[in-house]
């Protein structure tokens, strides 16, 4: 069993002690809020007479002065000072509220529901006068307080990320603007939901579980279905279903879920992620562009109120229209090689030059993607639009109207990540039999990201498919983006980690912080 701080112990104490007076300190009732602290520092502060408030929140700083003390409260809102006077909270003799119960067995970190009176101090703060109080729940353990001394220098802050990601419950309790980053997120994609429904295209949802995996070259996660006795997976994409409900008929669909990728883990990403991928019939990839630019544009100015964003120390824009490269143009460009006169030898030159070590099976394709990755990527800092991918990196889109051996896709990049992907997709069933055919040729020879071959996605384009845009944009990034945040594990609530060794990191510095 763990072994409990003394902190610890003396909170259960506490704990114990409010048992045998006769407070529950976990009551199930609930408590009548009908104020936040935001919405109390708002209003009283233009003037308005409030009457009696009714909040609750947890104890966060208590300053115990005797016959009076002052308490800062924390709600989901933010925080507001309390002052809590002994006469006041027990107007007759019984003093026990006060001196028993709050001086002695209330901790920060405990949960109280409080009613009231609002009143400025003498510096001007805004302040309730506390006439009830009740314990709402326990905290059991101290929280990692922030010191900050007479040089403005923060110590015990609660700021090792490996912590942080882990007990997020805690960073969300002690850092206050990370809530503010989840909340924007949820913002980010309201908006992309009110956007696609005003246009009459349907959210849907798609299988998580699939019986064969495609829509992009991962490796997936595999798992049993015990009752059938067969292998599922869980999705890369949801690209294929998508498309069938095209075939069905609907004019424009989109899901917003999460995907998971067997893959490895950095600053960008996670297996588990989440993707908006969305599909409209009788479109290509030139009117994708356009509309791209005009959501994106809506996104940012809804969710932080300007087009314009700081990310990284770069100004960035999304107001429309972002700059068009082909790959080709793009390479050219940024590292003056000429991929259409180089063949994979050249290339494969080119890239161990640059300090890339090609894989066994490597196509043309590949080190073409490989090449600008080195040598464009990193330029990308406006939104740009690279287009006209080599055929074997998109074994999904549509072969390119005037361009042999290229595809009708594009990517964004903003701030040298891609943002989003999109295609003219194909709905050539022969032509889609034979890129699956060759997919599936390449993964016999040990490719383990590319794609299988799905006899019902070729069933349903045989049916036929109207000529369709496709895209997909990774929220998790477009959230990092618009909350200016650099590893992917700021944005996800609870990212994947390594299991813990032990316990005794944490649970020290739980200990020493309070």
């Known amino acids: 069993m763990r072994k409990l701080s003394d902190q610890e112990i003396e909170r259960r104490k506490s704990l114990e002690a409010l048992k045998e007076m006769?407070?529950?300190?976990?009551?199930?009732?609930?408590?009548?809020?009908?104020?936040?602290?935001?919405?109390?520092?708002?209003r009283f502060g233009k003037g308005e007479e409030l009457g009696e408030v009714s909040l609750a929140g947890r104890i966060m700083a208590r300053r115990i002065m005797g016959k009076a003390s002052f308490v800062v409260l924390q709600d989901h809102r933010g925080k507001i000072q309390l002052y809590v006077a002994r006469d006041i909270l027990c107007p007759g003799e019984d003093k026990t509220l006060y001196n028993e119960v709050f001086k002695k067995y209330l901790d920060i970190g405990d949960i109280i529901g409080i009613r009231g009176e609002v009143f400025a101090t003498r510096t001007g703060e805004t302040t309730v006068r506390v006439k009830e109080l009740k314990l709402l729940a326990k905290s059991l353990r101290p929280l990692p307080i922030v010191k900050v001394d007479a040089e403005g220098k923060v110590h015990d802050a609660f700021t090792d990320p490996e912590l942080r990601y882990r007990q997020r419950y805690v960073d969300l309790i002690v850092n206050p603007h990370v809530r503010e980053i989840f909340i924007r997120r949820a913002k980010i994609i309201a908006s992309i939901r009110k956007y696609f429904d005003s246009r009459g295209w349907l959210e849907v949802e798609t299988p998580i579980l699939q019986p064969v995996y495609g829509g992009a070259s991962a490796r997936p996660f595999v798992t049993h279905h015990h009752a059938l006795d067969i292998d599922l997976y869980?999705?890369?994409?949801?690209?294929?279903?998508?498309?069938?409900l095209l075939v069905g008929g609907y004019e424009g669909v989109y899901e917003i879920g999460k995907m998971f990728r067997n893959e490895g883990m950095d600053r960008t990403h996670n297996p588990e992620f989440t993707l908006l991928e969305m599909y409209v019939a009788y479109r290509d990839y030139h009117w994708m562009m356009e509309m791209v630019e005009d959501l994106l544009e809506y996104v940012t100015t809804q969710t932080t109120g300007s087009s314009t964003i700081s990310y990284g120390g770069h100004t960035i824009d999304f107001k429309g229209p972002y700059k068009r490269l082909s790959m080709t143009e793009a390479i050219r460009q940024y590292s003056g090689y000429d991929i259409r006169s180089m063949g994979t030898e050249d290339l494969e030159q080119a890239c161990r030059q640059l300090g890339i070590a090609p894989e066994k099976g490597w196509s043309r394709g590949k080190y073409i993607d490989e090449l600008f990755e080195a040598t464009v990527q990193p330029h990308l800092i406006q939104p740009t639009y690279i287009m006209d991918y080599p055929i074997e990196l998109t074994p999904l889109a549509k072969k390119h109207r005037s361009e042999d051996g290229l595809v009708e896709r594009f990517e964004l990049f903003v701030a040298g990540k891609e943002l989003a992907n999109a295609y003219t997709e194909l709905n050539d069933p022969i032509d889609q039999r034979q890129r699956l055919e060759e997919q599936a040729r390449q993964r016999a020879a040990?490719?383990?990201e590319a794609m299988q071959l799905d006899e019902d996605f070729l069933r349903a384009l045989e049916y036929g498919m109207p000529p369709t845009a496709g895209l997909g944009i990774g929220i998790d990034r477009l959230t990092m983006l618009l909350t200016d945040q650099h590893a992917i594990q700021e944005v996800l609530l609870f990212p994947q980690m390594k299991p813990e060794k032990t316990q005794s990191k944490s649970e020290t510095k739980d200990a020493n912080q309070h």
Do not use: F
């Not at 869980?234 to 069938?244: A, Q």
């Open 234 to 244: 869980l999705r890369i994409s949801n690209e294929l279903y998508l498309k069938r």
């Open 446 to 448: 040990g490719d383990e």
């Open 22 to 42: 006769g407070i529950d300190p976990y009551p199930p009732e609930g408590w009548d809020v009908r104020h936040t602290s935001e919405e109390i520092k708002a």
